[in-house]
């Protein structure tokens, strides 16, 4: 009987062991599988196909592949829909069992995904959205931001709004995270600097019915106006801001997604426009530089934020991967990694705050022909305050 459970065993494990060794070679050989989640369709599609391009060009510029190991897509279309998003991020994660998740655009769609990311364990880094919880309350070890949280670009115009003199201020946005935690952001910069928002307007994310709203800005006649909108209702919001010939009277502010991505649609409308962001298109350094050319020649399309925060996305998972050879289930190795790397941004160089969002220098832009040129640096290295973030 002895025999034979000796032979059991040996035999179990000649079977066993290089199935282990095989599934750990598994790890750090064959395909990444990495899941883009994004919007192709709605208001935000254009921004989901730019990060898309941006991750797929810092891809290209290594051989196509994330520390040296081939990369398997699976694409989610999420339509900027908070109500699918579980499901969708349930499809990349459950079903095609992907390494690595990339999304998303919606401040909504991005915490369904880092919910399930934390519970799953499963790496995310997002691209875009700005929600501030996503690094607050629901950070994590294995949750990064290439992107900025909404607090940021607020913030930073609260501050320049502030020092032009303006006092009593409109805000006008989108009712959802985004839009909510831009004028939040702002207003805590503004009214500490002795500024007033007197009123705050909103309307349904994405409608752009906005003739009401602009004639009750104009029968308030406020100092100025601070915006958040993007996308094609971005452009929308800007032409009808200007056919409404408020530009004369109330000047325009808003977080720099107004403006990108958008001027071609835009075209006289956007003239002049002040906009804070982590980005402008005429940093003239060396790495923007070469990054605008290489963008252009592989898209025959300028680029814009949203292309570089997915140009960063990879350089994130490039930095932190290579550190563990491309070996996935080195979580703690990975992470320590991460928080020390200097990404080499087109932006300008950057770190990964202790919450795992970029510690970066916002832009004063302004609005020339079909560009967003930089007047320079509005809040230098600046920080979200990661309220609620334990870890
Ligand atoms: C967001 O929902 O967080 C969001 C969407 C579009 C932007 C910026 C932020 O351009």
Redesign the pocket.
């Known amino acids: 009987m002895k025999k034979f459970q000796h032979a059991l065993l040996a035999s179990l494990c000649a079977v066993a062991l290089p199935l282990l060794s095989g599934n750990a070679l598994a790890q750090n050989t064959g395909k990444i599988k990495v899941g883009l989640m994004l919007p192709y369709t709605g208001t ?1 599609a254009a ?1 989901g196909t730019a990060i898309e391009n941006g991750f797929k060009l810092q891809l290209a510029e290594q051989g196509g592949k994330i520390a040296g190991r081939e990369v398997e897509f699976f694409k989610v279309d999420d339509e900027s829909d908070p109500s699918k998003a579980t499901d969708n991020v349930n499809k990349l994660v459950k079903r095609d069992q992907v390494d690595i998740l990339v999304g998303s ?4 769609v ?1 915490m369904a995904m880092a919910k399930v990311a934390k519970d799953t364990n499963t790496l995310l880094v997002v691209p ?4 501030d919880a996503v690094t607050g309350p629901m950070c994590a070890p294995n949750i990064y931001r290439s992107s900025f949280s ?1 607090y940021q670009p607020g913030y930073a115009m609260g501050e320049v709004m502030a020092k032009k003199g303006h006092k009593k201020v409109v805000t006008i946005t989108w009712k ?3 839009g909510d935690e831009s004028v939040k952001g702002f207003k805590e910069a503004f009214e500490k600097k002795g500024g007033q928002v007197v009123k705050e307007l909103t309307l349904p994310f994405p409608n752009v019915e906005f003739q009401a709203l602009l004639t009750e800005i104009a029968a308030t006649k406020p100092d100025a106006v601070y915006t958040f909108f ?2 094609g209702g971005a452009v929308k919001f800007v032409k009808d801001y200007h056919a409404a010939g408020l530009r004369k009277t109330i000047p325009l502010y808003g ?1 720099g ?1 107004i403006t ?1 991505g958008t001027l071609e649609a835009q075209g006289e409308a956007a003239a002049g426009l002040l906009t804070t962001l982590h980005y402008a298109d005429n940093l003239e350094t060396a790495r923007n530089n070469s990054f605008r050319l290489a963008y252009v020649k592989a898209y025959k399309l300028q680029p814009d934020v ?1 292309a570089v925060q997915g140009y960063d996305a990879a350089q994130i998972l490039q930095a932190g991967l290579t550190a563990v050879k491309g070996d996935v289930s080195k979580k703690a190795e990975m992470a320590a990694a991460m928080q020390k790397m200097t990404i080499n941004s087109p932006r300008g160089p950057f770190k990964l705050s202790k919450a795992n969002n970029p510690i970066q220098d916002i832009y004063l832009r302004e609005v020339k022909g079909r560009e967003n040129l930089s007047l320079g640096v509005a809040s230098k290295q600046l920080a979200d305050p990661a309220r609620g973030c334990r870890m």
């Open positions: 935000f921004l655009v919606h401040s909504g991005a875009n959205a700005g929600a909404n959802y995270a985004a993007a996308g977080a997604f990108d949203y």
